[in-house]
């Protein structure tokens, strides 16, 4: 248990109808008896609100009447004695009484601070430490469903179920180190490496969720791109549902690089109009189109929007350009309003554009069609076997199904080839040791540092 005492606003720093300042530590009770005044000491009443005032510890004077709720070490959400604070959300108030409390010996709390002590002191693991902020942030209704799944614990128990079995097995085969003169039978051998491989194929299920729980968690990347005055900022503005690029008939209209965000069917999209790509001597629209390309990595999907009308040809110059970066594109041919005829006629091979579809940003026209195609595009990337709870969202996650992956791999081989039994458990164990770090059952003070400075801080 640590012996700081630490306290942070953990609402909005806003001003808003009521603040919360949260207190954990050691210290806790003194700061209660000494900083907020009522007919009852909450700490007599343990997880009741009582109400009364609060009190500034280097005057005496009362900053504000609020509502004081104590919880106990071990049954509050950091494992330690923990205060809550209710209060008018006035900025103002919140200094007075952050003040009042860091006066009387508190330290403020670092980012996730209250969620590290949570951990450390095992009320969660790292997976459902990592959730919470994830929900806290959570951009669209499906990132939001990910993260209570991983919250209550989804992630973690597909990761037990993997790692339990594998730890029997590292035993069974310690065992054979330590009595050698009793020979592994062919039989156990051949349960060992099914049972490795097993488990590997679990890991590799798991990473093949990947790709879906990063697209959930940080939303669908798409980039619209295409000679001047196609109408890529008309259809941004149509897919966001705001006057977000400004819209002209004057060729070279957009420089910038814009980016909105939008959610279709619980999942978040990015998408970003660029200028039009041209071959041009304008200063500002040449930065404009280097911009555009550097924003190519970047996305998941690019749009080549093209002009029904236009017959020479710029689109192909576009593509050209887009070409050599792009993970993957589609041709949106707009203005179909203007030029009907154009279906059909003007459209890219599907090795080069995957798709082709026609719109008019004008009126309207096919752009129901393109957004389900987007929707599809994201829910397709889910693997079918994975349940929807046993999810990876997180890089770090990823990386350490890796190695548990590899370690597995190189034991099976060390297995097939004869090499000593040793081996085999070495890489085993790197194997456990990786899913171990995932939930956190090994940790070091770097990790730990890398995951909770990401959050905010009074969580
Ligand atoms: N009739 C018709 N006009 C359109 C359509 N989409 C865009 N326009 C018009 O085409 C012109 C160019 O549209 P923008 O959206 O500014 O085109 P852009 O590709 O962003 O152009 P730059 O930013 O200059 O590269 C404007 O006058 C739009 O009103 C469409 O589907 N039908
Ligand atoms: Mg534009």
């Not at 295409?226 to 209209?253: C, D, F, Q």
Request: proline share 4%.
């Amino acid at each position: 248990m640590t012996s700081t005492t630490i306290a942070a606003l953990a609402t909005s720093p806003a001003p808003a109808g009521i603040a919360v300042i949260r207190v954990s530590g050691p210290d806790t009770k003194r700061a209660l008896s000494a900083l907020f005044r009522a007919k009852q000491n909450p700490v007599q009443s343990p997880r009741k609100m009582i109400y009364g005032h609060l009190i500034d510890y280097k005057t005496g004077e009362v900053i504000d009447h609020a509502l004081a709720v104590y919880m106990p070490n071990p049954y509050s959400f950091t494992g330690e004695d923990v205060a809550e604070f209710q209060f008018h959300g006035s900025p103002l108030l919140v200094q007075k009484m952050l003040r009042s409390l860091f006066a009387f010996g508190a330290s403020p709390a670092e980012p996730g601070e209250f969620t590290k002590r949570a951990f450390l002191n095992g009320k969660l693991d790292l997976v459902q430490a990592e959730a919470i902020a994830d929900v806290i942030e959570a951009s669209s209704e499906r990132a939001l469903q990910l993260a209570t799944e991983q919250l209550k614990g989804a992630l973690s128990s597909a990761l037990s179920a993997i790692g339990e079995p594998l730890r029997d097995t590292l035993a069974e085969l310690e065992a054979h180190i330590d009595f050698p003169e009793e020979d592994i039978t062919p039989e156990s051998l051949g349960a060992i490496q099914s049972q490795l491989q097993d488990a590997k194929k679990e890991i590799s299920s798991l990473l093949g969720t990947h790709s879906y729980g990063a697209l959930v968690k940080e939303g669908f990347h798409i980039l619209l791109c295409g000679a001047p005055n196609a109408g890529k900022s008309s259809l941004l503005n149509k897919l966001v549902g705001k006057k977000r690029a400004i819209v002209t008939e004057i060729s070279g209209t957009t420089r910038d690089l814009i980016e909105e965000s939008a959610t279709l069917h619980g999942y978040r999209f990015v998408f970003c109009d660029s200028a039009g790509l041209v071959d041009t001597d304008d200063k500002v629209e040449q930065i404009g189109i280097e911009l555009a390309k550097e924003k190519i990595p970047w996305a998941d999907l690019v749009l080549l929007v093209v002009d029904s009308t236009e017959t020479d040809g710029k689109w192909q110059e576009a593509l050209e350009l887009i070409r050599p970066q792009a993970k993957k594109i589609w041709m949106v041919v707009n203005k179909i309003d203007l030029n009907p005829s154009a279906i059909g006629q003007i459209f890219c091979e599907s090795t080069i554009c995957h798709r082709n579809f026609y719109i008019s940003a004008e009126t309207n026209s096919g752009l129901d069609g393109l957004r389900e195609a987007f929707v599809d595009e994201v829910a397709n990337t889910k693997s079918e076997q994975s349940e929807a709870s046993d999810i990876v969202t997180h890089e770090r996650h990823r990386t350490c199904l890796e190695r548990a992956q590899e370690g597995l791999s190189h034991a099976i081989d060390a297995m097939q080839n004869g090499s000593p039994t040793e081996v085999a458990c070495a890489e085993i164990r790197t194997a456990l040791t990786a899913l171990e770090e995932i939930i956190g059952k090994t940790y070091t003070e770097d990790i730990l540092g890398r995951i909770f400075a990401k959050f905010c801080i009074g969580k």
